[in-house]
């Protein structure tokens, strides 16, 4: 299994940027497809962004497309997740998760999820 590890959260101001890192340990990553939710106070836990196993396929929520940008580094065992244009209904705390086999945007179809760091977008 692999266990992730987030960092990077904080707060910022509307219109700024952040960069989030997922920092996977345990089984070689690279097998995994990797993904980002976001769960903001009183909401259900919603897709953000996924990438596949090898990074050439990406994946977005329409909510952050052509703000948020995924990425992953295989040989460090480390996927991100780059912010800008921030806006207050970013806020949430973002967590990294795994899954063996295919994209999916599902909270149900990741196996495995990190504990989450917080982003607090002001206005």
């Known amino acids: 299994q692999v266990q992730p590890v987030e960092s990077g959260g904080g707060l910022v101001q509307a219109g700024g940027s952040l960069r989030l890192s997922c920092a996977a340990s345990?089984?070689?990553?690279?097998?995994?497809?990797m993904a980002w939710f976001r769960q903001a106070p009183g909401e259900e836990r919603e897709f953000v962004a996924a990438?596949?196993?090898?990074?050439?396929?990406?994946y977005y929520a329409d909510s952050v497309k052509g703000r948020f940008t995924i990425s992953r580094d295989n040989a460090k065992n480390t996927m991100y997740l780059q912010m800008n244009v921030l806006k207050p209904e970013d806020t949430a705390v973002y967590c990294c998760?795994?899954?063996?086999?295919?994209?999916?945007?599902?909270?149900?179809?990741?196996?495995?999820w990190g504990q989450g760091t917080q982003v607090t977008v002001s206005s």
């Open positions: 990438i596949s196993r090898n990074g050439g396929s990406l």
């Open positions: 345990g089984r070689t990553v690279s097998n995994y497809v």
């Open positions: 998760a795994a899954r063996l086999g295919y994209y999916s945007d599902s909270v149900l179809a990741y196996n495995y």
